[in-house]
C-alpha cells in the first residue's frame, strides 16, 4: 500500500509540512519529541485536520486535494484511528461498542470477521463487561478491536501505550506486533519510546519542528542523532536482528547468534532458529583492546572501530563499531558511549580491532 502526502498544516505557533510517499507494510514507526507534528500528521491522514492543505492519496484514491476542493470526509477514508486515550463509549458494554463498529464497517470481502477479530485480542471474557471496569491494557485491547472491526484499508495509532504502567505495556505489545501479518492492515504507529518502536517496526520516520529529519528502516534510523533527539542521549543505541542458535537450561539463558559469534541472554522461551531482535543501548558498551578476563561481563564481541565522535565541551565520546565476521548486506553495528579520558587512554583509531563489552541487551521476537 502506497501512502503519498504533499500537506502543510498550520497552526498558531507551528506548522507540519510534509511531502513523503510512504510504502505501508507492516508497522511504520512516526517518532519526534512532544510538538514535532505527530499527532498533527495522523489527524490529517484521518481527515480530522480540517484546516489541511495540499494532496493525500492512498493506493491511488484521493483523499484530499484542497485545490480541486476535494476532502473526503473520516468515515469515507477506510482509515482506522486508536488513541491514547481508548474513547469506548461508556454506556455500551464491550460487546455493545464492538457491535457498534461492525455494524458500520466499510464494505469489503476480505473485512475481518468478529469473532476473528474477538480471538486474535482475547475479548472473549471480556464482552459482557463495562468499559469503565476494564484496566488501561484491555481498555486499549477494545479499542484496537473496535477499530479493525471498521474495517480499515490503514490502521492509525497514536501513542496507544502511552498511558499504560510497564507491566500493562508488556502485555499489550505481542498482540499489535501480530495485527499487520494476522489482518493484513498496515499501521502508523505514533510514539517517541525507542523501546517500542525498536520492538514493533520495520520502518520509521522521523518528525522534528513539523518536518521529516530521518527516515528509513529503524535498524538504521535509531542509529542515527535524530533518534537520540527524541530518546534522549543515555537511552541512545542500535538495534539488530539475530536468531536464536541454543538454550543452556542450567543457568536459564539462551544464546543467539549475531555476525557468527554470539550472546547470551536471560532465557527467551522460544525454539532454536527463531529470529529475535536485540537492542543494545550505548551506555551498556564498553571497549577494550583484547578480551577480559576474571570479569562478570559474559558477552564480548569481536568488533572494529567505525567511526569517532568527540565533544571538546562535553565528558564522553562515542564509538561506533562494526561487528567482525558481519555477512555481505548484513550490517549490525554497535556504539558506545564511553568518557573521552578513556578514548584518549586506549588511543583508539579507525579501522582499530578492539573488543565491545556488552553489559546489558534488551530483546523481543522480531516483528
Known sequence: MKLECMIEVRHPGFTLRLNETIEC????????????????????????????????????????????????????????????????????????????????????????????????????????RRTAGLSGGERQRVAIARALLAHPRLLLMDEPLAALDRKRKVELLPYIRQLPAHFRIPILYVSHAVEEVAQLAGDVLILANGSVVARGAVQTVLEQPEAEAVSGPFEGGVVFDARVAAQVPEYVLTEVEVAGQRLSLPQIAVPVGTPVRLRVRARDVAIALAPVVGTSIRNQLAARVLRLDTDPAGAYAEVLLGLVGAQPGCDPHLRARITRESLATLDLALGQPVWALIKGVSFDAAP
Not at 73 to 89: K, N
Not at 109 to 123: H, K, N
Open 25 to 128: 507494510t507492516g508497522i511504520t514507526a512516526v517518532m519526534g519529541a512532544s510538538g514535532s507534528g505527530k499527532s498533527t500528521l495522523l489527524r490529517a491522514l484521518a481527515g480530522l485536520e480540517t484546516g489541511a492543505r495540499g494532496q493525500i492519496t492512498l493506493d491511488d484514491e484521493i483523499l484530499l486535494d484542497s485545490a480541486s476542493g476535494r476532502c473526503l470526509p473520516p468515515h469515507r477514508r477506510g482509515i482506522g484511528y486508536v488513541f491514547q486515550d481508548a474513547r469506548l463509549f461508556p454506556h455500551r458494554s464491550v460487546r455493545g461498542n464492538l457491535h457498534y463498529a461492525f455494524a458500520r464497517a466499510r464494505p469489503g470481502a476480505e473485512a475481518p470477521g468478529f469473532d476473528e477479530v474477538i480471538t486474535a485480542l482475547d475479548l472473549l471474557p471480556l464482552l459482557d
